[in-house]
């Protein structure tokens, strides 16, 4: 059990590097970031926005701050009415959110193409509606 051991290359010891829980936690979302996960947080809401862009397709627009790595692949859970689209007084179920769309190391956009029933420009938001639902980005090594 040892734990404040820092490994140099070289003969020539450099000062402890102390690193706070945040700094580690924003270092580490460079690599892999989970953007929802429905058995932790099934009620907020996914994404800075979601609209309709057609009848059978909602999008969703999501920031990284810190920004990724590199370009991220998304890391998602698909099953039936995993998650939910609100917006104009109602909502649909959507069993997957994984295309992804324009997106960089600063962020972008994912769709699904199961929404229906929907208005082009309708806007809302889109949470978790099942334990198992997650969504994750990674831009591992």
Known sequence: EI????????SVA?????????????RCQRYYRVLTDGSQDSTGYIGLMSYNYDVNSVVTQINFIPEMRATPTADST????YYRFYRNSGY???????????MSRKGGAFNNADSGNGTAGQAGGIVTNNASAKIAFSAEL
Not at 14 to 26: G, Y
């Open 78 to 81: 698909t099953g039936t009415n």
């Open 14 to 26: 450099t000062d402890f590097e102390h690193l706070s829980f945040a700094d580690e936690l924003l």
């Open 92 to 102: 649909v179920d959507i069993n997957g959110l994984n295309v992804l769309n324009g």
């Open 3 to 10: 734990t404040g051991v820092q490994l140099e290359v070289g």
